[in-house]
């Protein structure tokens, strides 16, 4: 519990506890403000497995969801890796359990699947998998994909299919998806951007096609910084996870951004990412735990593909 300490008080806490055990705090983009504004480095699925990997800190405090923090201890493993909240899941990771993954492997063993995963799943799965991809990657790694083989894209259909209209490569689709992403519809869009009709439309592959076709840039969460810079406009309608908004408004001031909203809701949150809480990221520090522990021969099953994905990225 962290009963005696004010919310004006627990940055610089979290900061002494920081140096005291040599750690270096990584945030997702979708992580609350206070968090994003505490951390060393904010980004996305990608952009955290490169620091995690890289990091010389003993202790890596993951501020994201169970997948991310579990890739950082698959990719380093001599570190202790910790989530502030063990119960910050991932419902596309959860459609695709391993079980059932190796149950269909085994069932279409004459297809003879080269397994792409999209990092959004467990170790179980990265260890039956060929090579993983993140949003930012996927297009780069299907086109290295082997040509004679049949592709299996597991757990996202959507960000499967965009990679399909992209490439041309023919992909047996996994029928998965994230359940934020495909709140948002052709209608709620297509209101918000009648409403700002000078608006740019940045999208996150996850959304569905229908939502994608109204976008003019559909990319990774760390690719909406750079793209929202560059471009022209000066609104910005931004089809994903409300936490980006705080990214995008602190690194860009001059731009105006505005949450995609859904048909029930003026915007969209992960109730995964939002389980972790300042409190919770100092009490991890404190306690150094709760800790992600991995057995080690899955750990080496798991990481083979994602060191692909990192070499095929650079
Ligand atoms: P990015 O890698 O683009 O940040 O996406 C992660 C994610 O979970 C999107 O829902
Ligand atoms: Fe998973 Fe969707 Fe949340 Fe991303 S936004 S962590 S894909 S449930």
Redesign the pocket.
């Known amino acids: 519990m962290t009963a005696t300490l004010t919310p004006t008080d627990l940055p610089r806490a979290i900061l002494e506890l920081k140096r005291l055990r040599r750690a270096v705090i990584l945030a997702?983009?979708y992580q609350v403000p206070e968090i994003q504004d505490l951390a060393d480095y904010v980004g996305?699925?990608?952009g955290l497995s490169y620091r995690a990997r890289d990091t010389d800190a003993d202790v890596i405090l993951f501020c994201g969801v169970h997948f991310m923090a579990e890739t950082a201890k698959i990719v380093n493993p001599s570190k202790t890796v910790l989530l502030p909240d063990l119960d910050a899941g991932?419902s596309l990771s959860d459609s695709c359990p391993a079980d059932k993954l190796d149950a269909f492997l085994r069932a279409h063993a004459d297809r003879n699947y080269y397994v792409i995963a999209y990092i959004?799943c467990s170790a179980g799965v990265k260890a039956l998998s060929d090579v993983i991809c993140?949003?930012?990657n996927a297009e780069r790694i299907v086109r290295a994909a082997p040509a004679d083989r049949n592709i299996l894209f597991v757990p996202d259909e959507n960000l499967g299919s965009w990679v399909i209209e992209r490439t041309g490569r023919k992909m047996d689709l996994w029928r998965g998806n994230?359940y934020?992403?495909v709140e948002f519809t052709r209608a709620s869009i297509q209101r918000a951007k009648d409403g700002h009709p000078d608006a740019a439309v940045v999208a996150?592959p996850?959304c569905p096609y229908a939502v994608r076709l109204l976008a003019d840039e559909v990319c990774?969460?760390?690719r909406m910084v750079s793209f929202c810079r560059e471009h022209p406009a000066r609104s910005f309608i931004v089809v994903t996870?409300s936490g980006m908004l705080h990214r995008l408004r602190k690194e860009i001031p001059g731009k105006v951004f505005i949450p995609g909203p859904t048909e029930h809701c003026a915007c969209a949150d992960?109730r995964y990412m939002k389980r972790n809480t300042i409190e919770k990221v100092h009490d991890a520090l404190r306690d150094l735990r709760p800790e992600i522990v991995l057995d080690e021969a899955l750990r080496i099953r798991a990481e083979r593909p994602i060191l692909r994905m990192l070499e095929l990225s650079r």
């Open positions: 997702h983009n996305d699925s990608l991932c959004n993140t949003s930012s994230c934020v992403h996150h996850e990774s969460t760390e996870e992960c």
